[in-house]
């Protein structure tokens, strides 16, 4: 059984591991071994600007027998801007379920509208969460060019 909970600061390290786990298990579906590598690398090389993401935002973890396997993070209100899935447990809703609670907590905080930059692995996790692309990105990070899809979910009327 998989329980949802809110973050706590010992679990920064293991957030970290889940998504390098992520990244270098599934990133190979549509990036190269290069992005692979850069993309995975985030948590550690600007671990500074990890951990602000992860302890300002709001982040909820998902635990498996008390140890966590997935997290979510809106940073700032508005966007989620984390999103990831130890590989082992991928395929099971973790990241729909996560997604739900995202919306609920900007949707609490008077976000109209959640948005997202969507990789090309998770666009489809998104879109089935009712999410539209909004507009095709190319970014550079660490020489590396990513394509990624700014998307968004209307919350309620403006």
């Not at 590989?87 to 809703?93: D, T």
């Not at 739900?100 to 990789?119: C, I, K, P, Y």
Request: aromatic letters at 10%; a positive charge.
């Amino acid at each position: 059984m998989y329980l949802i909970r809110d973050y706590h600061e010992t679990d920064l390290s293991r957030l970290a591991l889940i998504y390098r786990d992520a990244v270098v298990a599934q990133g190979g579906m549509g990036y190269s071994s290069g992005q692979v590598a850069a993309w995975s690398e985030f948590p550690c090389r600007y671990a500074d600007e990890f951990r602000t993401m992860v302890e300002r935002g709001y982040t909820r973890v998902v635990c498996r027998r008390q140890t966590p396997v997935a997290f979510a993070t809106l940073y700032p209100d508005h966007h989620l801007a984390l999103l990831y899935v130890l590989a082992e447990h991928s395929r099971r809703g973790l990241a729909g379920r996560l997604c739900a609670d995202m919306q609920q907590e900007a949707q609490r905080r008077g976000a109209v509208r959640l948005t997202t930059d969507a990789s090309l692995l998770s666009r489809p996790v998104f879109e089935r969460c009712g999410f539209q692309v909004m507009e095709r990105q190319e970014v550079t990070r660490d020489g590396q060019v990513f394509t990624r899809f700014a998307m968004a979910k209307l919350l309620r009327l403006p």
